[in-house]
C-alpha cells in the first residue's frame, strides 16, 4: 500500500536551517508529482512547493521563495524541503503529499517549531 | 492567488442528519476542486475530486457539487465518525489554496 513517511522536524532558532526527508513505498514514486502541505498549531492547510516527477518543474507558495527548496532522489524513493533562514511563521507540521492534481495520498506529518 | 472561502466555519449536526458545507472560489477553478476531511492528530484524507468523483474507499453519503466558483459538500446521514473538519482545495492555478476549513461538530 502507499506510505508516505516524513522525517527531519525538530526544535530550531530563528535564521537557522532544516531539511526535511520523504520516503515513500507502494507505488512508482518516480512517477508522481509530490508536495509539501503546512498546518500551523491550531490552523488550516497550506500548500508550499511541488516539485514535478522528473523534478522538471518546481513551485513554491511567495513565503517560501528564496528560502525554501524541494528536491527528490527518484532512486531512494525520497522527497526533500531544504529550509533555510526558518522564521517562527514557519511553525508547522509538514505533511509530504502525492499527487498532480488533487493530493491523494499524506503522510503523517513532522513537526517544525522555530523558537528562540 | 485564488481565494478560497468557506461557510459555515461550525456546522452543528446530529447523527443521522444530513450536512451541507459550501466553498466559494474567487475565481473560477472549473470542476478542479477537492475535499478533504481531517480528524484531531491525523493527516487529511482526500474525500472527493474533480468536484464532484468521490477517491477511492469513500462511503457514498459523501457527494460533491458545483462548478466554476460555488461548490457543496453534502453528507448525507452524518455518522458518528463524520465529525471532523472539512476543507475545500483547487487545483486551478498556483498556488495551490485551501479554504480555511468547516468544522462538523456534534449537535
Known amino acids: 500500500q502507499v506510505q508516505l513517511v516524513e522525517s527531519g522536524g525538530g526544535v530550531v532558532q530563528p535564521g537557522t536551517s532544516l531539511r526535511l526527508s520523504c520516503e515513500a513505498s507502494g507505488f512508482s514514486f518516480r512517477s508522481f508529482g509530490m508536495h509539501w502541505v503546512r498546518q500551523a498549531p491550531g490552523k488550516g492547510l497550506e500548500w508550499v512547493a511541488l516539485i514535478s516527477y522528473d523534478a522538471g518543474n518546481h513551485q513554491y507558495i511567495d513565503s517560501v521563495k528564496g528560502r525554501f527548496t524541494i528536491s527528490r532522489d527518484n532512486s531512494k524513493n525520497t522527497l526533500y524541503l531544504q529550509m533555510n533562514s526558518l522564521r517562527t511563521e514557519d511553525t508547522a507540521v509538514y505533511y509530504c503529499?502525492?499527487?498532480?492534481?488533487?493530493?491523494?495520498?499524506w503522510g503523517q506529518g513532522t513537526l517544525v517549531a522555530v523558537s528562540s | 492567488e485564488i481565494v478560497m472561502t468557506q461557510s459555515p466555519a461550525t456546522l452543528s449536526v446530529s447523527p443521522g442528519e444530513r450536512a451541507t458545507l459550501s466553498c466559494r472560489a474567487s475565481?473560477?477553478?472549473?470542476?478542479?476542486l477537492a475535499w478533504y476531511q481531517q480528524k484531531p492528530g491525523q493527516a487529511p484524507r482526500l474525500l472527493i475530486y474533480g468536484a464532484s468523483t468521490r477517491a477511492t474507499g469513500i462511503p457514498a453519503r459523501f457527494s460533491g457539487g458545483g462548478s466554476g466558483t460555488e461548490f457543496t459538500l453534502t453528507i448525507s446521514s452524518l455518522q458518528s465518525e463524520d465529525f471532523a473538519v472539512y476543507y475545500c482545495q483547487q487545483y486551478e492555478n498556483w498556488p495551490r489554496t485551501f479554504g480555511q476549513g468547516t468544522k462538523v461538530e456534534n449537535k
Open positions: 503529499t502525492r499527487g498532480a492534481k488533487e493530493f491523494d495520498y
Open positions: 475565481q473560477t477553478v472549473s470542476s478542479n
